[in-house]
């Protein structure tokens, strides 16, 4: 069974940083592309970023490039998103996703003083 | 980037209905479109992928179709299960873009 779970959300200060994980089973993890999609309350999706399954190459939206990061580790079946000087906007629900057909249950995300 | 427009955003519609969303790609995307569906507190769901295609499990009421730009996701006859939000997502080029989203409802 693939199953991918999200860990790492929270309540952080605005202006702090985080780094979420998404530890994914039931599949080989290196052969894929893997995907972070954000949710911001009552809004839509937004496609984040991505990274090849080598972790050799890294694609992000624009409005998320420079302060998030994408990495992967395939020996611990684990993607990673960093997150860093976080502001309000962020505040959402993050999903890692496997290609586009597996997603975790996603993991929130509030930046609030 | 390339843009999707996504219509309506909004969606009353009875059972039995039959119901049609649409997502129009600002630049040519070719078939590398996939719908999703959503329900409150879920992760989304895969439901048609290649524009045309049925994903694992899906019923067969739902069903995908392209015309140029214009890209659409019909539900044959509306069962109480499919009242949910649907994204349509363009997957030719990163940045990937979803369209704005749909939310069917019971009229």
């Known amino acids: 069974e693939v199953k991918l779970v999200e860990s790492g959300g929270g309540l952080v200060l605005p202006g702090a940083s985080l780094k979420l994980s998404c530890i994914v089973s039931g599949f080989t993890f290196s052969d894929y592309w893997m995907r972070w999609v954000r949710q911001a309350p009552g809004k839509g999706l937004e496609f984040i970023g991505e990274i090849k399954p080598d972790g050799s190459k890294t694609n992000y939206a624009p409005s998320m490039k420079g302060r998030f990061t994408i990495s992967r580790d395939n020996a611990k079946n684990t993607l990673y998103l960093q997150m860093s000087s976080v502001r309000s906007e962020d505040t959402a629900t993050y999903y890692c996703?496997?290609?586009?057909?597996?997603w975790g249950q996603g993991v929130m995300v509030t930046v609030s003083s | 980037d390339i843009q999707m427009t996504q219509s309506p955003s909004s969606l009353p519609a009875s059972l039995g209905d039959r119901v049609t969303i649409t997502c129009r790609a600002s630049?040519?995307?070719?078939?590398?479109l996939r719908w999703f569906q959503q329900k409150p507190g879920k992760s989304p769901r895969l439901m048609i992928y290649?524009?045309?295609n049925l994903a694992a499990g899906v019923p067969s009421r739902f069903s995908g179709s392209r015309s140029g730009s214009d890209y659409s996701l019909t539900i044959s006859s509306l069962e109480s299960e499919d009242m949910a939000d649907y994204y349509c997502?363009?997957?030719?080029?990163?940045?990937?873009?979803f369209g704005s989203g749909t939310k069917l409802e019971i009229k």
């Open positions: 630049q040519d995307i070719g078939n590398y």
């Open positions: 290649g524009a045309t």
């Open positions: 997502l363009q997957s030719k080029e990163s940045p990937f873009t």
């Open positions: 996703a496997r290609s586009w057909d597996y």
